[in-house]
């Protein structure tokens, strides 16, 4: 029990924790809201499920029985049968049904937040688009200047053909990429509006820090909704071992009717206003019983070893993305390596092209080559923050 308001409060926490939820479109933020209050609306159903509606019943009939005369009667009737004591059952059922409204709400905000994550992860792949096409651009300058070189080497007999045609192939190479990169980001550009309604440009993007296994794994909403599920699961048993137990009801009902003319004699004792009441005691006798609380029991048992695996997969989803961010952050290293290399390079181009030895494109190609490396830190940083998004898009109260 301490268990599952421990869960309960969490999911409380989490729909207050939602500060990303503005990057979605108003409809898909109004399709979610249709979602939570249906499953409100459906747990409430469900919890109250146990309580019988009172019967209302009104009647009139005509009898031609006594001779000419049609004889008129009228009955207006109030009726209960509720059950009071179900082994359990009842109360069984409340907790079973406000366990299955916890499960569907973590549901729902999972969806919620993948969603959310998708659209941050589309900025980020955007973003690095467009410093890829950055990028690609100096390297198509790059290829102009080889081929400008090349040519003039050829022309002067110093080299040979293939190598000029090598210098065109990359450069038609490099700018093909270059326009399916283009197409990419339209392809991005629309995935994004399917979701936002926002300006892509004026959106701010997050910083994301690597989060530790432990909040990782205390706030992981799909282990949320696994260890509810196995409350609803357990509830479930209980609620379908009680069905088969003694079960009381009390009934009763009131009657305001006509009396029957053969009885209406001035002498009469019967009432036209009157209560019945009394209770009944039952209890079923089915084959399927034990066949049917053990499919219950399969599914509690069946739930708990979800959650062990569950656990199993979180651990797993962490260390692999945090092998990944480790990789990056080498990758990041190596390009500020080159960065420095490429820096005294280009100075040292710089001051040759000074003296004669080296020519304006030399120096130009070596300061594409500097700001390449520095284009590539940043696409490094933004694959961090792509690997980031998968962890946060499953955790609550990150934003």
Not at 35 to 48: G, I, P
Not at 106 to 131: C, D, H, N, S
Not at 292 to 317: F, G
Request: overall charge positive; some cysteine.
């Amino acid at each position: 029990m301490k268990k599952l308001l421990l869960l309960c409060s969490l999911l409380l926490s989490v729909g207050r924790a939602d500060e990303l939820s503005d990057i979605l479109s108003s409809n898909k933020n109004l399709l979610f809201d249709y979602e939570f209050q249906s499953n409100t609306a459906q747990s409430d159903l469900l919890e109250n499920a146990w309580i019988n509606p009172i019967m209302l019943q009104y009647s009139k009939n005509f009898s031609e029985q006594f001779g000419d005369q049609t004889v008129i009667t009228q009955s207006f009737s109030i009726g209960i049968d509720q059950p009071i004591f179900r082994s359990g059952g009842i109360y069984y059922a409340i907790k079973y049904a406000q366990a299955l409204r916890g499960e569907n709400k973590t549901q729902i905000l999972l969806k919620k937040r993948e969603m959310i994550g998708q659209a941050v992860k589309l900025l980020f792949e955007m973003k690095k688009l467009k410093i890829t096409l950055k990028k690609q651009e100096l390297l198509i300058e790059n290829d102009l200047i080889d081929i400008r070189q090349k040519k003039e080497s050829y022309d002067q007999g110093l080299l040979e053909s293939s190598f000029l045609d090598q210098a065109i192939l990359k450069h038609s190479q490099d700018k093909t990429r270059h326009l399916e990169s283009e197409i990419l980001l339209m392809e991005l550009e629309k995935n994004f509006a399917l979701i936002s309604d926002k300006d892509p440009k004026k959106l701010k993007l997050p910083k994301l820090k690597l989060l530790t296994a432990a909040q990782y794994k205390g706030s992981n909403l799909e282990l949320i909704r696994d260890n509810l599920r196995v409350q609803e699961k357990k509830y479930n048993a209980k609620m379908t071992w009680a069905k088969y137990l003694p079960t009381i009801s009390l009934q009763g009902r009131y009657t305001d009717a006509d009396l029957n003319p053969l009885f209406a004699s001035p002498n009469s004792s019967l009432n036209e206003q009157y209560f019945t009441y009394g209770f009944s005691i039952s209890m079923p006798i089915n084959l399927n019983m034990f066949s049917d609380t053990e499919v219950a029991k399969v599914a509690h048992l069946k739930s708990q070893t979800q959650v062990l695996d569950r656990k199993n997969a979180i651990d797993e989803e962490y260390t692999l993305v945090q092998r990944k961010i480790r990789v990056i952050d080498k990758k990041i290293q190596l390009a500020k390596k080159d960065e420095k290399l490429y820096k005294r390079l280009y100075r040292s181009t710089k001051d040759l092209e000074k003296v004669g030895e080296k020519t304006s494109f030399d120096t130009a190609m070596m300061h594409n080559s500097l700001q390449v490396r520095k284009l590539d830190q940043k696409i490094y940083y933004l694959d961090k923050q792509i690997e980031l998004i998968g962890l946060y898009a499953k955790v609550a109260n990150a934003s």
